[in-house]
């Protein structure tokens, strides 16, 4: 064995050693967990879920490692509404695997848990919800409570799956071209309709002020004509003269012919 040789088999035993340190332990990120898996043991380590870093085990051993950060997916739906129409739902669902419960989540569905479990019934649920709804219901008014019902519907289904769903949310929605303009016609017409209502309302209102304010005015007139009497004109009259007697200008009066006649005062000037 030459020199150069010799100087490269230390070399080659720290490589060895490095691969076989690298081989006998498994890197578990941030925000993921990990469940231990003893091949010529029991297989899956029950009641110990490990932590974050690096976990040291035998090379023919191994760690599955979970991620429990909230996760998002996105699913385009294709369902029915009550009438058979069909609907496209553009859904984003947050979930996450429960944490404490990865020893059981990994020996019943395992690691491909969202397309195994969450995916499918997301769609049989999508399906069942929807199909209770008509698709004007669904376009406008219904969307945030068809939402909700998925969720809670899958939140029953996943939980004894140990899987977490935090929200369903409805993202876009696509019906047939003919029934979104049909609907669209609908709801302007319903708005058309609102908004005829309330010019009614309002000229009703404005009627039945001027109807308030004339009898009003005819109340005010009846109350001054009752309280107006041939003696008190007269007597205002004849107030009215002493006035103007008793005024400096020179004066003319001409005294009326009848009983209830005033007198009528011409100036000189």
Known sequence: ????????????????FVSGIAGCGTQIPSGHRGV???????GTEMGKIYSEGFNWHLPWNNIFVYKIQLD???????????????????VTIWFRPIYDKLDSLQITVGP??????????????????VGKFKPEEIYSTKREEIANEILH???????????????????????????????????????DAEKMEFVILKETKEAERK????????DFQKIVASGVTPSLLTWKGIEATQ????????????????KDGLPIILDTK
Request: hydrophobic content about 45%; charged content about 20%.
């Open 1 to 16: 064995m030459t020199r150069n040789q010799l100087m490269l088999m230390p070399l080659l035993f720290i490589l060895i």
């Open 36 to 42: 231990f898996y003893f091949k010529f043991g029991d």
């Open 72 to 90: 998002e997916r996105r699913e385009d739906l294709h369902v029915l509404s009550s009438d058979g129409a069909s609907i496209g739902l553009e």
């Open 112 to 129: 491909n848990y969202y397309n195994i479990a969450v995916s499918p019934a997301l769609r049989g649920v999508g399906r069942s919800v």
């Open 153 to 191: 519907e899958l939140q029953g289904l996943m939980n004894d799956k140990f899987i977490s769903v935090e929200n369903v949310i409805i993202r876009n929605i696509s019906l047939p071209p003919k029934i979104t303009e049909a609907i669209n016609a609908k709801l302007e017409a319903s708005q």
């Open 211 to 218: 109807r308030i304010e004339a009898k009003g005015i005819a």
């Open 243 to 258: 006035r103007l007697a008793e005024s400096p200008n020179t004066k003319i009066i001409i005294f009326g012919n009848s």
